[in-house]
């Protein structure tokens, strides 16, 4: 399937930078929030972003306006979505939010359209019956920062189509990323499992007292060479965003291990969300870009 016009819907952390992507791929992209400021948020974001690639030579002025020209950015669903070939759905990480968004986009969106969802961890099998084309859904995940993380996770579940998984890869590849095809559906796919484990043992250590997070995070660091420590890692994705995918994952499997820890839901409670907010497990300057 040819695709031509993309919509992302959400224009958050995840949702501007994908839509970025998708025009500097050459895409005609409609970026929609139903928050205004949202929207003035992520185009100042990406003009900041685009102009240090300028800077950089990392990118041409001239390819710097065409990203702009491919890139419309709207709070109307109907105008993002109506003619799209693909949408990729990256609002906040709640299961009833993405089928109500899910249940609109099959009443607006052509019948050939792709759908997928960016969510960290929730099935797209989860969200396909909110359709009436199942075939056409599936789990398109990209990493944080978008702009930057070259994997994608793309997730067939069994009412997904092959030529539907195939549309995601090519778009994928025309957008400059690695790919990689999941057969099977599992919550939180490849990625985030291993990560969730190695966070949750961080937690545990940190909550048992047995040792400062800053010492977890310099532990890992440096005797596992991971380029940044597990609470480094949760400041800067936003406590608030792990707290959701948590919760999320307990809801799907029960187990009150999977619960987000007392830490996680002090800190959210709070309000001391990471980088975004100033303040998670860490103190950052608030100019500090993320
Ligand atoms: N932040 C990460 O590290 C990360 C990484 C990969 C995937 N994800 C996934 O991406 C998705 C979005 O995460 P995020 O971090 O960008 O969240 P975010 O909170 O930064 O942004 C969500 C955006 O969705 C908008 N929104 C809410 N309801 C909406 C609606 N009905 N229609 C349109 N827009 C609506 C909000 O106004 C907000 O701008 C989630 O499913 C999350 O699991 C996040």
């Given at each position: 399937m040819t695709v031509k016009r993309i919509a992302v819907v959400g224009a958050g952390a995840m949702g501007h930078q994908i839509a970025m992507l998708s025009a500097l791929a050459g895409y005609e992209t409609y970026l929609q929030d139903i928050s205004e400021d949202s929207l003035e948020a992520a185009d100042r974001k990406l003009k900041d972003i685009l102009n240090r690639w300028i800077e950089k030579e990392k990118l041409t002025a001239e390819a710097y306006e065409e990203a702009f020209h491919h890139l419309h950015m709207t709070t109307s669903l109907e105008e993002a979505a109506?003619?799209?070939?693909l949408v990729v759905e990256a609002v906040v990480e709640k299961l009833d939010l993405k089928r109500e968004v899910f249940s609109k986009l099959d009443e607006i969106t052509p019948r050939h359209a792709v759908l997928a969802t960016n969510s960290?961890?929730?099935?797209s099998s989860l969200i396909a019956?909110?359709?009436?084309?199942?075939?056409?859904v599936c789990n398109m995940h990209f990493f944080f920062p978008a702009l930057v993380m070259d994997c994608v996770e793309v997730v067939k579940g069994e009412h997904t189509s092959d030529e539907t998984a195939q549309t995601v890869m090519d778009v994928c590849h025309q957008m400059g990323r690695t790919a990689i095809l999941l057969h099977k559906e599992i919550s939180g796919f490849v990625a985030n499992r291993i990560l969730f484990a190695i966070q949750k043992e961080a937690m545990h250590l940190y909550e048992g007292g047995y040792a400062d997070f800053e010492d977890i995070d310099k532990i890992v660091r440096?005797?596992?060479?991971?380029?940044?420590g597990p609470f480094e890692l949760m400041d800067l994705s936003g406590l608030d965003v792990g707290y959701y995918v948590m919760e999320q994952h307990y809801q799907e499997?029960?187990?009150?291990?999977?619960?987000?820890s007392q830490t996680l839901v002090e800190k959210v409670e709070a309000g001391e969300l990471g980088r975004k907010t100033g303040k998670g497990f860490y103190t950052y300057d608030r100019k500090v870009k993320s």
């Open positions: 109506g003619q799209a070939d960290s961890t929730i099935v019956d909110a359709t009436t084309k199942p075939e056409k440096n005797a596992l060479n991971h380029p940044i499997t029960g187990d009150p291990d999977d619960r987000p």
